[in-house]
């Protein structure tokens, strides 16, 4: 019924940027939080970062340190993900999730998965 589809990956150098997008169907996006998660091999999936259905509430993880930022479009149908500065422990592939309704904290027990995007990041 509904999906999501995520995009943007790719080989990146150390210190590059790249966005992911995260494109939904069959649903009303803005009455969902949003969310990217990650997994490398070998390694548990953890939280990238999240946003709330209005986009007024995010967070992200500690690993982070200011150099991603997650948006949204409603108008679109798409989150996004900013990342600046990669660097090689940045290399996993990176999912798309839903939440069960509008509230940011929703994300943490997500509803529905895109099929991924690798980013690599050459050291």
């Known amino acids: 019924q509904v999906h999501l589809v995520e995009s943007g990956g790719g080989l990146v150098q150390t210190g590059g940027s790249l966005r992911l997008s995260c494109a939904a169907s069959?649903?009303?996006?803005?009455?969902?939080?949003m969310g990217w998660f990650r997994q490398a091999p070998g390694k548990e999936r953890e939280f990238v970062a999240a946003?709330?259905?209005?986009?007024?509430?995010?967070g992200y993880g500690d690993f982070v340190k200011g150099r991603f930022t997650i948006s949204r479009d409603n108008a679109k149908n798409t989150a996004y993900l900013q990342m600046n500065n990669l660097k090689p422990e940045d290399t996993a592939a990176y999912y798309c999730?839903?939440?069960?309704?509008?509230?940011?904290?929703?994300?943490?027990?997500?509803?529905?998965w895109g099929q991924g995007t690798q980013v690599t990041v050459s050291s």
């Open positions: 999730a839903a939440g069960g309704a509008a509230s940011y904290t929703t994300i943490y027990s997500p509803q529905l």
């Open positions: 069959g649903r009303t996006f803005s009455n969902y939080a």
């Open positions: 946003i709330s259905g209005s986009g007024g509430v995010t």
